[in-house]
T-cell receptor
Framework: AQSVTQPDIHITVSEGASLELRCNYS??????LFWYVQSPGQGLQLLLKYFSGDTLVQGIKGFEAEFKRSQSSFNLRKPSVHWSDAAEYFC???????????FGTGTRLQVFP | DAGVIQSPRHEVTEMGQEVTLRCKPI?????LFWYRQTMMRGLELLIYFNNNVPIDDSGMPEDRFSAKMPNASFSTLKIQPSEPRDSAVYFC????????????FGPGTRLTVT
């Protein structure tokens, strides 16, 4: 069965610092991979997605993620964090044999000025 | 595109009352998903539809919960009778078969049952 692990529940960074949020998945074939962001009181917004092809994908708001098959990972990165990036981030995996997405438990990002 | 629309945005009700949450998916999308989010349990998939037909309702907590999709542009999630433990944020999301599993979420309905 598919699963997603986000090992970091809470991360704190200073504004301007680089960011990497970790995501590991379990699935036998190449999955569809997503990162969503949820600001307080809001719904989930799609940041970026990986279906196939180039393993480094660019998303909105200056985020990028890299699919590494050998490590079963899809980590989210941003070179310089802004205070407005403070939010909860969810990694999700989908697969060809199901219509559902499996979400991780989320990582809460706090940004200090 | 207006995105996924949910109503009401906030609902406060007393235990034992019936609650109906509403969702309008993005036009042209053929999948619709209902999720519940709480601090304790995180984001849970309750039920999803494909072409208005329920496909998987294994996440529906109990018989007090029911969901319908009478047409491609409208779905409801009903709780009857409501209980305080149903307090949560309920999200609706939609997607299209030709966009893989990319789901678009509504703003959510915050339900408080007193």
């Amino acid at each position: 069965a598919q699963s997603v692990t986000q090992p970091d529940i809470h991360i704190t960074v200073s504004e301007g610092a680089s960011l990497e949020l970790r995501c590991n998945y379990s699935y036998g074939a190449t999955p569809y991979l997503f990162w969503y962001v949820q600001s307080p009181g809001q719904g989930l917004q799609l940041l970026l997605k990986y279906f196939s092809g180039d393993t480094l994908v660019q998303g909105i708001k200056g985020f990028e993620a890299e699919f590494k098959r050998s490590q079963s990972s899809f980590n989210l990165r941003k070179p310089s964090v802004h205070w407005s990036d403070a939010a909860e981030y969810f990694c999700a995996v989908g697969a060809g044999n199901t219509d559902k997405l499996i979400f991780g438990t989320g990582t809460r990002l706090q940004v200090f000025p | 595109d207006a995105g996924v629309i949910q109503s009401p945005r906030h609902e406060v009700t007393e235990m034992g009352q019936e609650v109906t949450l509403r969702c309008k998916p993005i036009s042209g999308h053929d999948y619709l998903f209902w999720y519940r989010q709480t601090m304790m349990r995180g984001l849970e998939l309750l039920i999803y539809f494909n072409n208005n037909v329920p496909i998987d309702d294994s996440g529906m907590p109990e018989d007090r919960f029911s969901a319908k999709m009478p047409n491609a542009s409208f779905s409801t999630l009903k709780i009857q009778p409501s209980e305080p433990r149903d307090s949560a944020v309920y999200f609706c999301a939609s997607s299209s078969w030709d966009r893989g599993h990319e789901q678009y979420f509504g703003p959510g309905t915050r339900l408080t049952v007193t």
